[in-house]
């Protein structure tokens, strides 16, 4: 019996990487690049939520809500917010 995988498996919660530094970095990069404050690590854990989107709407303003998933997105891609 041949068993053939084809597959690839992305985690980023912490189980296989830890990802939560890179996490916090573009957090705060998605902040500051709209001009929030810059939020402690202990904010960003209180606003930790089940998705990067709510947590963002924890730490900016509602208006800045989209712009700052796409600073989040940038940083994410970039590696070095």
């Keep these: 019996m041949t068993v053939r995988c084809q597959a690839v498996i992305f985690d980023l919660d912490g189980t296989l990487v ?13 902040c500051t690049a709209l001009g929030a404050p810059e939020p402690s690590g202990a904010r960003i854990a209180a606003a930790h939520r089940a998705t990067d989107l709510e947590t963002i709407a924890c730490l900016v303003e509602p208006e800045m809500v989209a712009a700052a998933q796409g600073a989040y997105q940038a940083a994410l891609v970039a590696g070095r917010p």
């Excluded at 830890?18 to 998605?30: E, F, G, I, T, Y």
């Design 18 to 30: 830890d990802s939560w530094q890179m996490h916090v970095r573009c957090l705060r990069a998605a």
